[in-house]
């Protein structure tokens, strides 16, 4: 089984050039309404569908709301990634830290407000 998850958006272009631009995602597919993006190492998809599209059934009309999702994206190097999308002007959202389960991450936001971690685990620390 595969998965890719998808997000309805009026914004199609933006939130392609953004996974593009500033995640080096790939296109899979595109067309007039709908965009598959593919991670670097093309291990997973994510795809974008705008909204009310007359092809599709009423169930993938509404748009997202901008609250409520987040992606996580497991990075060999962190700290590398935080100095590129910094050196990019993207705005940090959650600065880059170390949490005492493991994770040292930091978070930005795609076009559309999902909130994006972008993360290298660890060893959980001693207490």
């Not at 995602?25 to 909204?51: A, K």
């Not at 007359?54 to 748009?63: E, G, I, K, R, V």
């Not at 990075?75 to 600065?95: K, Q």
């Amino acid at each position: 089984m595969k998965l890719n998850a998808g997000i309805i958006t009026d914004k199609l272009l933006e939130t392609k050039q953004f996974y593009r631009d500033i995640l080096n995602f790939g296109t899979t597919f595109e067309n007039e309404f709908y965009v598959l993006l593919h991670t670097p190492n093309r291990q997973t998809e994510l795809s974008f569908l705008l909204p009310n599209h007359p092809t599709q059934h009423s169930l993938f009309h509404p748009a997202f709301d901008g609250k409520g999702v987040f992606l996580t994206i497991e990075t060999e190097n962190v700290d590398e990634e935080y100095a590129r999308i910094s050196a990019l002007g993207i705005p940090i959202v959650v600065d880059l830290r170390d949490e005492s389960w493991g994770d040292r991450h930091f978070a930005i936001v795609d076009p559309n407000g999902i909130g994006i971690d972008l993360v290298t685990y660890a060893p959980p620390t001693e207490a």
